[in-house]
Each structure stands twice: as C-alpha cells, then as structure tokens.
C-alpha cells in the first residue's frame, strides 16, 4: 500500500536519502509449543548506496528480519508489528503513474500481489545463506539470470530522431539474446572464468564458490537499489569468501546499492559495514556506526561478543566463540532483559525485572540496556 | 551413453533368458502337462484310441523330449518368430495375442494419460495446499484408492451402470459394434467405453501417485532454490511448476517407464476379467490356470521384455530431464 507520495525522502546529515526504514519491527511464529518471538521490535534504517551490518548469534532472527523485508516468512510466521517502509524511486516512470517518490509500508502490501513482486529481486534482491542449494539443479546459470532479467530489466525503447531524449516513457522488456549477453556480462564481473561458456553450466558442474558468484549474479543482475545478503560466505572457505566481499564491495560502488549485510563475523561485518545492528534473541541490543561499535561497545553482549573474536593472527575468518552460559529457549524467554541470565554486568533484582528501553547512548549509537537508563 | 544403451541392452537379453527359462520350468512344475488332463477326458469317455490320439499330439507338441531339449526348442522357435500354440485354443499364440494386442495398446496408454493427467495435478494441488479441506479430501480418496482393489471397483461400477443406470459396461464395444468394420461410429464407441476401465485403473493406480507427488513436492517445496526463486519475483504458480514441480517430478519417470510397458502386456488383468475386455490379460490369467504353456510362456516372456524396455526407457528418460545424472 502506497501512504503517500512525496517529493523527497527523510535524508542524512550527509545529505544521503534513506532508502528503508524498519520501525519497531516484530514477527511472531505461532507454533505448537507457543509463540516464538523471531524478530521483537527492531529499528534501524539503511540509506541509498550504504552497507548496514547485522550480527547475532545462530536463530536471533537475522534471517527472519530479511525475509519480512521481502514479505516471505515462512508459514507459522507473522509479521505482527511495526512498519517497514520503503522509499521508492520508480525505475521505469510510465506516463500517467506517479514519478515522484512513493513510500510504500511493505508490512501491509499483499505478498502475493504484484507490487510486492516487482520489488522483489527487482529492486531489493536477496542473496540466502545457502549457496549450494540455491540454484534449480535442472536450469542453467544463464537461465537463472534470464529469469530475474526478463522479469526486471527494461530497456528504454527509443525512436530513432527522438529529440527529448528524457521524456522517453516507454520502455520493452529484454529479448531472448540480450539476456543472454546480460548474463555473460554478469558472470564476468562477478569473476567467473570462461564466461560465455559457464553460462551453459548447470549448477552441479559449478564449485561452490562459483555458485555463490552466480547468486549474485543473479541478484544484481536486475541493478536492484538493495541488496539483502544473508551469511553469503558463511559456506565458504577462507580465500574465496575475501574474493565474493571484494565483488561486491566493487559492485556497490560503482552501482550505489544499498546492502544488507547479515553475518555472525565480526571480521566480515568490519570491513563491509557502515553501521552495524547487534541482535539477541529477536532483541536489537545495540546500534552503531562500525568503528564506536568496535572501539566503544556499550551493550554488554556486543562487549562479549567483541572479546569471543580471535585477537591474534590475520585470521578475520572465524565464527564467533561462544559466550558464557546457554542460549535461552525462544518459547521461554527470561523475564526482564533478555540477557540477563548470560550477562556480565547483571544487576539482581533490576535488569530480571525491568524490561530496558532502547536509549540513546551516543551520537548515532544506541543501545538497549538498563546500564545506561536513568 | 552409447555404450551404457549397449550394456544395458546386453544385460536385459542375459536377463531376458534366465526368466524365460524359469518361467518355463515353474509352468511345467505342476505335476501333468495340458495332455495328462486330455488323456483324462478321453478317457472318461471311454474313447479307445485316447492313448494313440495322445501320442501322436505329445510326438507333434514334443512332450516326450527331455526338459532342456523342449527349452531350447521353444526359445529357438521364439526367435523366429514361433511362439508355439495354443492347446486351449488349438491355435498359434501369435494369433491369439495379436488380435488383443491392439486392444490392450489403447487401454494401457488410455490408462496412462487418465492416471497421469488426474494424479499430477492432484498432488501438486495437495502438497501446495497441505493441510486443507481439499487436501484432505484429496488424500483420503488416493488412500482409498490405495486400499481398494481394482477388481472390486469394477464390480461396484458395474453394479451401478448395469442396475442404476440400466446400461450394459460390459467390453470395449456396444453390441452393435462387437463385430461390426471399423468406422466412425465404432471408434465414437470405444472412446465412450474406453473411459469406465481406464478409471478405474486410474482410480487404483492414482492413490499411489498422488501420494508420491505430494510427498515430493512437499521436500521441494521447502528447498532453498524455491525460495531463491520466488525471492527474483516470481510469480507463485511459475515458481510452483516451473521450479518446484520440475524437480519433484522427476523420479516419478521410473514409473512411468516401469509402469506403462508392462501393462501393455497384462494391464490389470481382473479389471478386464470383471469388464469381460478383450484385451491380453484375461487370456493370460486363464492360461496359468489351465497349463496353456506355450501361451503362459509367451505371455511372460513379453511381460519381462516390456519391464526391462520400461525400465531402460525411464533411465533415459531420467537421464533426459535431469542433467544431474550422468549416463557413462
Ligand atoms: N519456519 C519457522 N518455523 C518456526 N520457527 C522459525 C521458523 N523460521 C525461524 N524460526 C525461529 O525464528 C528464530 C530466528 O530464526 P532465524 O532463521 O532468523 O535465525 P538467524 O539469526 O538467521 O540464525 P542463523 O545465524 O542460524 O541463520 C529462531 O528462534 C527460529 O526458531
Ligand atoms: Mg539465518
């Protein structure tokens, strides 16, 4: 559903336009044993162009976060509050639609509907965390690219000895052909060897690197404003995953797309990222720009978090070690502060009871934590 | 490739033998042959020349010859294209078979494409919608399906064509066909017969596959390609069919090959008993029971054939629409 349509979007101090906005998102799984609360409460936004880190551990509801943003959680799943807004700058104007900017709020669209399919892939693609899975065993590299280019790509038909160039208004889909060279193309910059002919390859002649590479391909292949990657190296090993961050910091750049960037490496996260969001158990502890997280963490899980990364040694590479004490049951979550039961700091009698806000702790840095209420 | 087709093929004669051979011996296992029951007859009657009669016809059928020599006798006629005859019919089994053969060709495929063209869809539409009113209408009716036996079915139709509906669906053509030359009307006929037995195969043949293509799809449905491509936006029903079902389809190619072959030889043989069709199953059921060796043999050996082609088939064909498996 379109709210409203407006001339600008809310902008930076850096003057860079907001692309989405999640305001106090919450998804809830209704399952048997109870409600599971994937995702409660997150806020963050992501501006045109920059990298947004999340970071958590296994099951705090990163991948949920993403997949509420293309409106495809997974069956007992809900989204139950909040808004995800989408600041939208129509790619293809069409005479008699609105050119200006639309602001849409993903959570009531229709996840079957058209606009949400349009979005998806088109604008914001996503790349999942299973690489080698991804791809239909029985369609081809090329194929997969056609899919996303036939549906998304449109190219401006131009009249020859049109003098208003701008004015042009219509625009055709790809042909058969150009897709094709769209998808060499693709598959050449993201540094797949051979091109022209791995376009041909199915997808188990193709090593798990270049799978992921073909990912995304895939996904940038429909030039969306946003990409959502969630644990896109997590498969892989060491040297090629630094090959897959360096492709696509290369494509950010020269494309000014937005990435999502979901991980549980701290040493991935630091080098992608602008601005980092801390989850624990669907919770958003913590909020910060990538150097006052790493150098001044304020949440005592980002602490621990920070200090359970290898100091030593080149290796950024590594999964996080684990924290002390056990990760709580999503059914059963603590009372108060979630982390209560884990948490260094723990102050008996406060932090088991009062429920902490999201409190502003700094200059574009937040954190969720009784240590900085009253 | 070639070569795998070759030793395939190899593997299938080799196999090819050793059945016919068995079959050979398991029909002459009973103790008697066709003649011991003639011998019987005519004597019960009194017939004074039974025991010369019966000479001259074990001499002509070669009865008298050790096991091996009659085997090797049967399978070198085989191969010319002898099956031998019928003591039943006191015809040669190519003539019996070949004027059903066509028959039993129509009601295979006939079959085939009810089966296929109700099942697919039925599976497809449980899996996608898993746990609702009309999958559980779906899967109760595949159970049933299932459970019943063909035979009984087609009695209970019959029962309700002959008794409710006071119309005769009994063989393949109306009265006024039965003998009639092939016409216009005649093939109008047939397809308007041809649909009740190939039903109720379908029905007793389709409870298994629906169940098989929901279960499929149901695991595909939840691997992460589906989700990739319904995360490029596409639309639902092409991520269903053109992605999901695509690969859920796929191992339900070996039975389509090991399926359809060999009832083009048998079929279901009760149905077409209870239906009185003049198809090849009928006539093999009653030759096992009567010690028609010839024709039970022949019968059996094609039977074997057939499997072994179906299933050949079916590994093309798998090979055909899933890049993944690599015939070397
Ligand atoms: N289909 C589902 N049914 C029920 N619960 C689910 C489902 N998908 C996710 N959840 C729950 O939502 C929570 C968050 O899951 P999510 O997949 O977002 O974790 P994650 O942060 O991506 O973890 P990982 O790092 O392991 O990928 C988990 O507690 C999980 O149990
Ligand atoms: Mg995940």
Redesign the interface.
């Given at each position: 559903m379109t709210l409203t349509a407006q001339e600008t979007a809310p902008t930076t101090t850096d003057g860079r336009e907001v692309l989405l906005e999640v305001q106090d998102l919450k998804v809830e799984f209704n399952i048997r044993g109870g409600v599971i609360k994937a995702v409660d409460g997150l806020t963050f936004d992501i501006k045109r162009g920059q990298t947004v880190g999340i970071i958590g551990e296994s099951g705090c509801g990163k991948s949920v976060t993403a997949r509420a943003i293309l409106r495809m959680v997974p069956k007992p799943g809900r989204i139950t509050g909040g808004r995800i807004l989408y600041y939208r700058r129509p790619r293809h104007p069409k005479p008699g639609q609105p050119q200006d900017l639309q602001v849409i709020d993903l959570t009531t669209v229709d996840p079957d509907g058209e606009l949400i399919r349009q979005i998806r892939g088109g604008e914001i693609a996503m790349i999942f965390q299973e690489p080698m899975s991804s791809l239909t065993p029985v369609y081809t590299a090329g194929t997969h690219i056609n899919e996303a280019v036939s549906l998304h790509r449109l190219l401006p038909l131009k009249k020859l000895g049109d003098q208003m160039a701008e004015t042009i208004m219509a625009y055709r889909h790809v042909t058969r052909e150009e897709a094709r060279e769209i998808a060499v193309q693709m598959l050449r910059r993201v540094g797949i060897p051979k091109p022209e002919q791995r376009v041909d390859s199915y997808p188990h002649q193709l090593s798990g690197g270049q799978r992921q590479r073909v990912m995304i391909a895939i996904a940038l292949s429909t030039e969306p404003s946003m990409l959502i990657a969630d644990e896109p190296t997590t498969a892989l090993d060491v040297s090629i995953e630094a090959q897959i961050l360096d492709i696509m910091r290369e494509l950010q750049r020269t494309a000014n797309m937005a990435i999502m960037f979901i991980t549980h490496n701290l040493g991935v996260i630091a080098s992608m990222a602008e601005e980092i969001v801390v989850m624990y158990m669907g919770k958003q502890v913590e909020r910060a720009k990538v150097v006052d997280l790493f150098y001044n963490p304020k949440h005592p899980y980002t602490k621990a978090l920070l200090q359970s990364v290898p100091r030593l040694g080149p290796k950024t590479g590594q999964r996080l070690a684990s924290i002390e004490g056990m990760v709580p049951d999503p059914l059963n979550l603590p009372t108060g502060c979630v982390f209560h039961p884990r948490c260094p700091a723990f102050m008996p009698g406060k932090c088991d009871k009062i429920v902490p806000r999201w409190n502003q702790v700094g200059e574009n840095h937040w954190a969720r934590c009784l240590l900085y209420e009253e | 490739m070639v070569n795998y087709i070759i030793r395939r093929i190899g593997y299938a004669l080799i196999l090819l033998v050793l059945v016919s051979f068995v079959s050979f011996a398991i029909i002459e296992l009973p103790p008697g042959d066709f003649l011991t029951q003639k011998i019987e007859q005519l004597r019960a009657r009194g017939d004074r020349s039974a025991e010369q009669q019966v000479e001259t016809l074990r001499k002509r059928y070669g009865l008298d010859k050790p096991f091996l020599e009659r085997y090797v006798n049967w399978a070198v006629n085989f191969l010319r294209g002898d099956f031998g005859e019928s003591f039943e019919f006191e015809r040669p089994v190519s003539e019996i078979l070949g004027a059903r053969l066509g028959y039993t060709i129509i009601l295979a495929i006939a079959t085939t494409v009810v089966t296929w063209a109700l099942a697919i869809p039925l599976g497809v539409y449980s899996a996608v919608k898993q746990y609702s009113i009309g999958d559980q209408i779906v899967s109760v009716i595949s159970f049933i399906g299932l459970g019943m036996p063909g035979f009984l079915l087609a009695l209970i139709i019959l029962y309700i064509a002959v008794i409710v509906f006071n119309q005769d669906a009994i063989g393949l053509f109306s009265p006024e066909y039965r003998d009639a030359p092939w016409s216009v009307g005649k093939v109008l006929d047939l397809l308007s017969r041809l649909w009740i037995p190939a039903l109720i195969s379908a029905v007793t043949g389709i409870g298994g596959l629906v169940r098989i293509m929901r279960g499929n799809l149901l695991d595909t449905l939840g691997?992460?390609?589906v989700?990739?491509?319904?995360?490029?936006?596409?639309?639902?029903r092409t991520v269903i069919w053109k992605?999901a079902v695509?690969?859920a389809i796929n191992p339900l190619v070996t039975i389509l090959g090991s399926d359809v072959f060999p009832s083009i030889v048998v079929g279901s043989s009760l149905v077409a008993i209870v239906l009185n069709l003049p198809t090849i199953g009928p006539v093999f059921v009653d030759s096992l029971r009567k010690l028609d060796m010839y024709l039970a043999g022949t019968c059996i050996v094609f039977l074997t054939l057939m499997l072994l082609i179906g299933n050949l088939v079916a590994d093309l064909l798998l090979a055909w629409?899933?890049?993944?498996i690599r015939l070397e």
């Open positions: - | 691997q992460p390609f989700e990739a491509a319904r995360a490029r936006g596409l639309r639902n992605h695509r690969i629409v899933d890049p993944r």
